[in-house]
């Protein structure tokens, strides 16, 4: 591209294809070419898979697995991401259109590619305005908590499939019952297969490649066919269906997929539509942001790679705008086929390029075989790559580690479970946030001492540090605004009424990062207060921002003492520390 390098940089920061595309060589196009193949193998059953469990026609997953893939690979970070549908989002796709659904299919899949449209608007806005932060208020417990009950939830609502049988609920309490109500319709030839197809994909899973590697194939290859599985069960499958062989005419099959590409269409604007699933779009939007760039990060560490958080919003926004005008569901970074993908040897977003172009002829050339693909192959593909995702062990761990963070993983997973999945991430949200406010509301804090022969000071619970009978030095490890500082009053005021024969005061604020209007003001009024008790007030150790916001304010020169730069220091000064 010509122009200044400052101008090429530019670009390369937009696009990023511009960087990777101008090295592009022959080495790398067979290996994305390598990896896009696997990765198609594996995408289409998966991209029909979660249409279905989002509610959709299947044909919606074929179709989010096209533009999508090739709105990233134009603007990703990642080498090794694959965009595409994924469970977790199909889940919340699912009961976000259900109520739209249930009065019209056709309303539902409006409602699908409203939320793409808004959910890539959400993103969008989130790279350029640089609000990639958003997502740190989904803490890992209640990620955790989310993800264990939506595997939970999804493997669950495959069981009508499995069975044979017509049940639905939006948590696991109305599955349950709907499932029971209906059991005794259940299909036994359907469930005969379905129970040898879940056990071939387990056993495939655990042992597919160890197996494959007795048998003398090489490590590369016997991975691959142990994941490409199954896609060749959707092939035995479907042809299964076509031949008709005994025993399998009762067997539900996907139903007619329609050849051809979808009509590039813009969302339908109905304000009513929109505004109901605003809230919906912005849960879906930062769940599978959290989930992307997760996988992202960890696969470009294994590579030396660097993402950005910002721009990898941005392209995830285009992809889902992308997504909404092809008539396709929301879409993002799916965990397993970026495993695949890179593991497969993708070397850069080009092999999402090629994966495009393998949907697309799958769309155009085997949507009448597709169309015989019994459901239960599908459905047994999701329960057994959704029970992967769940880990009980998270569950003691975060026990052991932290109980507040229990708390909240525990209860994000069963407000999931048994109310719904909007509202189960919505309280684990505020839940993290009322749990910082609260942690951050009663801060750490430790009256110090130094440690004898040295400039170091501890804490005294924890520590054999030396003290001054008439000086205490009070350590906060949290910064000062208005949530926690009247909590830092009443320590001082408890200090104050403990040590009758205090002369000074010192403050050690090393951990104090930031400091606000509330929190000088509790400040000033803790000098007052000291300095009318003929005890001097004190800081030390203050960084630099704080002190440019202390210089802003009367405090410094109505301090009933000094600020230091050390704690040492203020020992010096008070006659109380030991020598060196």
């Not at 790398?28 to 990896?35: E, G, I, K, M, R």
């Not at 990233?72 to 259109?97: F, H, K, Q």
């Not at 040295?454 to 001054?468: G, K, Y």
């Not at 910064?479 to 009758?500: G, H």
Request: proline share 5%.
């Amino acid at each position: 591209m010509s122009g200044s390098p400052r101008a090429r940089a530019g670009w390369q920061k937009v696009l990023p294809i511009v960087q990777w595309g101008a090295q592009y060589n022959r080495q790398q196009a067979f290996s994305d070419l390598t990896a896009a193949i696997i990765v198609t193998l594996m995408l289409v059953p998966q991209a029909l898979a979660y249409a279905m469990l989002s509610g959709l026609p299947p044909e919606v997953g074929l179709y989010a697995s096209m533009l999508p893939l090739v709105a990233y690979a134009l603007l990703g970070t990642s080498g090794t991401l694959a965009v595409g549908p994924v469970a977790v989002a199909a889940l919340m796709t699912a009961s976000a259109i259900a109520p739209f659904s249930a009065q019209d299919p056709a309303l539902g899949l409006q409602a699908a590619v409203i939320l793409a449209c808004i959910s890539g608007l959400f993103l969008l806005l989130a790279g350029l305005f640089k609000l990639g932060f958003l997502a740190n208020f989904l803490s890992h417990p209640v990620i955790a908590g989310f993800i264990a009950a939506a595997s939970v939830l999804i493997a669950t609502s495959q069981l009508p499939t499995l069975l044979g049988i017509d049940a639905h609920g939006d948590n696991l309490t109305d599955l349950w019952l709907s499932i029971s109500a209906h059991l005794h319709q259940w299909h036994p030839a359907t469930a005969l297969f379905s129970a040898g197809t879940i056990a071939l994909l387990v056993l495939t899973r655990l042992y597919g490649t160890r197996c494959l590697q007795q048998w003398g194939f090489n490590p590369f290859w016997a991975q691959t066919l142990s994941r490409a599985v199954p896609a060749m069960l959707v092939i035995a499958g479907t042809l299964a269906m076509h031949t008709h062989l005994p025993g399998l005419a009762e067997i539900k099959t996907v139903g007619h997929i329609p050849a051809g590409l979808p009509d590039l269409a813009l969302p339908t604007m109905s304000p009513s539509l929109w505004q109901a699933l605003l809230m919906p779009a912005i849960m879906i939007s930062i769940v599978g942001y959290v989930e992307s760039i997760s996988v992202a990060q960890n696969l470009a560490m294994k590579r030396r790679e660097r993402v950005r958080p910002d721009q990898e919003l941005i392209a995830l926004g285009v992809a889902n705008l992308a997504a909404s005008i092809s008539a396709g569901q929301p879409v993002t970074g799916g965990v397993s086929r970026s495993v695949v993908n890179m593991d497969a040897g993708a070397q850069t977003p080009a092999a999402g390029l090629m994966t495009a172009i393998g949907m697309l002829l799958a769309t155009v050339f085997l949507a009448g075989w597709l169309s015989e693909l019994p459901r239960l192959i599908l459905a047994a593909s999701i329960v057994v790559a959704v029970l992967s995702l769940f880990d009980l062990s998270v569950f003691f761990h975060t026990w052991q580690r932290n109980r507040s963070d229990f708390v909240a993983l525990l209860m994000t997973f069963a407000i999931t479970l048994f109310i719904n999945v909007e509202t189960g991430i919505s309280a684990g949200v505020l839940l993290s946030i009322g749990l910082h406010l609260y942690r951050s509301s009663r801060p750490h804090m430790a009256i110090v001492g130094q440690v004898p022969g040295t400039e170091h000071f501890r804490n005294v619970d924890r520590h054999q540090v030396a003290l001054c009978p008439d000086v205490v030095t009070l350590r906060i490890d949290e910064s000062l605004y208005f949530a926690n500082a009247r909590y830092l009053e009443q320590k001082v005021l408890e200090i104050v009424a403990d040590t009758p024969t205090l002369k000074h005061l010192v403050l050690m604020c090393s951990a104090v990062n930031a400091i606000d209007g509330s929190a000088l003001e509790v400040l000033e009024m803790i000098n007052a207060h000291l300095q009318s008790l003929g005890i001097g007030f004190h800081l030390s150790e203050v960084k630099g921002p704080v002190m440019d916001i202390l210089q802003r304010s009367h405090l410094p020169e109505r301090l009933n003492g000094h600020i230091y730069l050390t704690q040492f220091k203020a020992y010096e000064a008070l006659a109380c520390f030991q020598p060196t």
